[in-house]
């Protein structure tokens, strides 16, 4: 059996010494064998219930590099946390896909280290999360269900995340495509947005008019490509349905409710009014990055961005921004975010994050933010500290609570 930590002390079963250890944790089992006698030994651990943190790519490149001392603090204090499994910070495919797109020599060793601090705990995939969230609005719709949907933390994680980290995860180097598309796709979709921004200044429109007409025109967005894509396979192009953008599978989902009953027609007429219906406006994710968008155009109307240039290397990371708080912040207790973000987030009007009782800090409450790491601590109890002796003993505290 491969022992995964030596332990010097002699086996319980047989005596012999170097050849006893630890072997791997399932969920709140530690098991240690021995490779003299093949012997198992069984421990329970206690239930743990972690803080689920999600740190965006503006922290983790800021701790990666170490040149601040505030994050570099808060970087070793959150692996020390995550260490006696009080937290847990999982890494997503938006930071998968922000790190592929940084021209850097050290982009790799970022993403080791955004993994190493997620322990490697991930996300399911942003697009799986919006699927398994729209698909559940739709089915609400359908029946004339509740309008307001619940998030549950088990959808978006492969396993159970409040269980104890064993000592080894599988590690696969991402499939990403055609970075150089992907980077020119970003460049120009914030090019495309700033184009907006004089027309938007002359709105007298409010915040919540705002929000309706950002999630009115996703929608619009959505059934048009569809209709795209079909008029393109219609006049012989093959390639329509590999080459339409992913928003596209969104439609093509709904498409497939109820086909043996409806004709094509029919059911893309319901998804048309499906879109612009409160169900689909209440959607977890796009409720939140109607109202991150409705305070950007909220700024443009207070006179922000006039200079385009300056705009668009402002707003560069925008999209990713939105995505990680709209799709990942309502499945976490906590998120850390630039201070553009925090402050659009918590505006009286917005709140967006509060339905779901997500506390957001950025760098304008460093004392904030380790005040909400001390009241985690204080759930590190004397049995946590021995499990932790057993489970790790490699383990080096770094600060234990109350010294």
Known sequence: MLIAHDLDEPCPRCGVAGKYGNVNIDR??????????????????????KKIIYLDQFFLSHAFRAQEKPFVDAAHRIEDMAAR??????????????????????????????????????????????RLQLQRAFAAFRT?????????????????????????????RPILGNIEAMRQGKTDAIATLVTLFPDWAQLTTSYEEDMEIEAEGYGRSLIDQYLEMWSKLARGNLMAYMDAPIDVMYVESLMHYDEDTMQMDERLARIADFF???????????????????????RVKEGAYTNQNTARKKLSGLFYDSNCISIFGPYCDAIFV????????????ARVLAPYRTQIFSVLDWDGFHGYLDQIEENYTDEM???ITLAYPDYEPMNEPGN
Request: charge should be neutral.
């Open 28 to 49: 709140n089992i530690l098991r240690r064998g021995c490779n003299h006698c093949r012997q198992w030994t069984r421990y329970s651990l206690p239930e743990v219930r």
């Open 85 to 130: 499994q009080l937290i847990v910070c999982p890494y997503s495919s938006v930071h998968t896909k922000e790190t592929h797109l940084w021209r850097h020599e050290q982009q790799e060793n970022l993403f080791k280290f955004i993994k190493q601090t997620a322990r490697g705990h991930k996300f399911s995939d942003d697009f799986e999360i919006k």
């Open 144 to 172: 004339n269900g509740d309008v307001i949907q619940l998030v549950d933390e088990s959808e978006v994680f492969a396993g159970e995340i409040h269980s104890w980290d064993d000592y080894f995860w599988l590690d696969m």
């Open 276 to 298: 612009v219906s409160p169900h689909f406006k209440m959607i977890p994710h796009l409720r939140i990055s109607c109202g991150i968008f409705a305070m950007l155009r909220r």
């Open 338 to 349: 630039d201070k553009v973000m925090k402050q659009w987030c918590d505006f009286p009007q």
């Open 385 to 387: 500290r021995d499990a």
